[in-house]
């Protein structure tokens, strides 16, 4: 008499086992030995990129309008400073956002996450805020100077009443933002290795610099802005063989 074979239950698989991914022969986790994409290896080089666009943006000056408002009416007309404002401006705004969130992934498991997401943070507030000055110089300012040119009344008190306390106040938070964001996010790099110690602190120097001798000695906005671009090309290229090896060397 032929016995008919049971069927095979299937195996149940414990709750720990299910929840954790199974170990690979070399006994890491396929979850562990997972890296950022190539999409955000690539967003690290938009960091040295914000720094050239930075730099750019401070190649010219517009005349004071308190001191000066016919030139100043003259400079705020041109297509050079309509560009500049969009292109470099509030572009850069938007390049250096979409990097420091390249520089959190790096930074998420490591020692300094915690400083490294604030730091981040703080910036791309910065960036937000100093936007909305940007805008407000973008599209108000060369109406501005058309009809001051034109002969237009009470063109110089509109003027005033644009860039007042208001406007100030809000261009000093964003300043606030980014030196705050500086000091923690250059503080994070730099306590991720030894090699990037350094560049971490050039990193802090270089945005102080860039937001202090805007107002005292605008070129050394250009240079500090060109030192941020240099130094970021090291921490593009660092940031990810040190983290990973800092990864390899935990487990």
Known sequence: MTT???????TAVPIHEAAYPEPHSNG???????????LVR?????????????????????PSFRSDFPAYARYITTDTFLASHLALSIGSAVVGSIALLSV?????????????????AFTVAANVTSTSVFGAAAFAQPAIGRAY??????????NSDIYGPTLDTTAGIGILLFILGGLILGTAIARTSRGLRWMGIVYVLAMVAFL??????????????????????????RLPRDTRVRGEARR
């Open 212 to 237: 202090v001798t805007g107002v005292f000695a605008p070129v050394g906005q250009t240079v500090s802005a060109a030192a941020l671009a240099a130094v970021s090309v090291g921490v593009a290229w």
């Open 104 to 120: 959190v992934v790096y930074l998420a498991t490591g020692r300094a996450a915690t400083a490294g997401y604030l730091g981040a």
């Open 28 to 38: 890491r986790s396929r979850q562990s030995s997972a890296r950022p994409s190539r």
């Open 4 to 10: 008919e074979p049971a069927t095979r239950q299937p």
């Open 149 to 158: 040119l034109a002969g237009t009344d009470g063109v110089v008190e509109l």
């Open 42 to 62: 690539a967003g690290l080089w938009l960091l040295p990129t914000y720094g050239v666009m930075l730099a750019l943006s401070t190649l010219s000056h517009q």
